[in-house]
């Protein structure tokens, strides 16, 4: 199944489902700056930059998507001064596809006061307590400077159990979304629709049919991964999965452990991104495929073995679990380019077994199994 998508002419994105097994998906979604080969994972590079890794290490582990936040480029450098600079692309060096955020999920999350009416979201800045004011028409705009090949629609992220509220932030996510589809001039970025309801499945089905209605090129579905229990994401990811149309790319926004990964693929979902992998890497966690390892532990003082004897990755292959704590004991920076590679490279490598296992129709079983296997999350 092959959706062209915008302009019936206009061929800069297209996505094309390849395989399909129960709701599991494989597809490739075209962009001006490459394809994704979906399931993809997108490592998250917040200040333009993935934390302690070059692009060159990102490009050699595999990375294809890399999502950037327009809150945090907007206040610094500033997303003029970028697009002055020839856009996001060049100025951070990253040949192949990116997408960014909307603004709105930092605002509502880091920004120091903020003050959320019908039009927009005034707030200040986390860094020096200055004003400033996010619209639909804003965040667009930024988006626009920033020239990613995905941007996203500005919505509001409520609490996932208030009914009340999140009744309210859908309303204005459904408005705001008509806001920015009349805001966006450039042909060259496919903004993507975001669901919105909480742990509410008839908010959920409202949102997703109003959403789908307007026929962005993509969707995705926000307000999880924000408190709710695994079960109540899993639930609300069925509901949302049996409305979105087929023949467009779903991205569930901000969730990205191993497990959370194998639980969106099996209920739909194409496209995911996390800080995670660099984060338990600062803390001094390696991710493996059957849980966390922290490396500070004295047991491993003198262990000879690769953090995961089944990973490929550069770390895996040239240094030691004893070498890697004593890098982390002495607080040596690469420790957090190692970690990182090895976090990065596991969740890559993830997606791209899991879109191998949906060709050959045994995802179900890898699924189950790879679950099984898990001792910690
Ligand atoms: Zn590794």
Redesign the pocket.
């Known amino acids: 199944m092959q959706a062209i998508i915008q302009n019936p002419l206009d061929t800069r994105f297209t996505f094309t489902l390849q395989a399909q097994e129960g709701r599991a998906r494989a597809g490739l979604f075209h962009t001006p700056h490459g394809d994704l080969l979906t399931p993809v994972f997108a490592p998250v590079g917040t200040q333009a930059t993935v934390k302690a890794v070059t692009p060159a290490q990102l490009a050699e582990i595999g990375a294809s998507l890399v999502l950037s936040n327009t809150y945090h480029l907007y206040l610094r450098p500033g997303d003029e001064l970028v697009a002055e600079l020839g856009g996001l692309h060049r100025f951070m060096n990253w040949p192949n596809p990116i997408l960014t955020d909307s603004g709105g999920f930092q605002v509502f999350s880091l920004a120091d006061s903020r003050k959320v009416d019908e039009d927009g979201v005034t707030f200040k800045s986390h860094i020096d307590g200055s004003l400033h004011r996010f619209t639909p028409e804003k965040s667009i705009a930024i988006q626009q400077n920033l020239g990613a090949d995905i941007i996203m629609a500005f919505d509001e992220c409520a609490p996932p159990s208030d009914r009340a509220y999140n009744q309210r932030a859908m309303a204005r996510t459904h408005a705001w979304a008509e806001r920015c589809l009349g805001a966006k001039t450039r042909p060259d970025q496919a903004l993507f629709g975001i669901v919105q309801g909480g742990i509410f499945p008839d908010l959920r089905e409202k949102s997703a049919h109003f959403i789908a209605s307007l026929g962005f090129p993509g969707h995705a579905i926000g307000g999880l991964s924000v408190g709710e229990t695994k079960e109540e994401m899993h639930a609300t990811l069925e509901v949302v999965d049996a409305v979105l149309p087929q023949d467009k790319p779903r991205y569930l926004m901000g969730v990205g452990s191993p497990e959370d990964l194998v639980n969106g693929v099996l209920r739909g979902v194409d496209i995911f991104d996390c800080v995670l992998p660099p984060r338990p890497a600062r803390h001094n966690a390696?991710m493996t495929r059957a849980g966390r390892l922290n490396l500070m532990n004295a047991s491993f003082a003198r262990d000879e073995q690769?953090?995961?004897q089944a990973?490929?990755?550069?770390?895996?292959?040239h240094f030691t679990r004893a070498y890697l704590r004593h890098l982390i004991v002495a607080r040596e920076m690469l420790a957090a380019t190692l970690l990182s590679?090895?976090n990065l490279?596991?969740l890559l490598q993830l997606a791209r077994d899991m879109r191998q296992a949906i060709f050959e129709s045994r995802f179900q079983r890898f699924a189950y199994d790879f679950l099984a296997a898990r001792n910690e999350t």
């Open positions: 390696a690769p953090i995961d990973c490929a990755c550069y770390t895996c292959s590679i090895h490279h596991t």
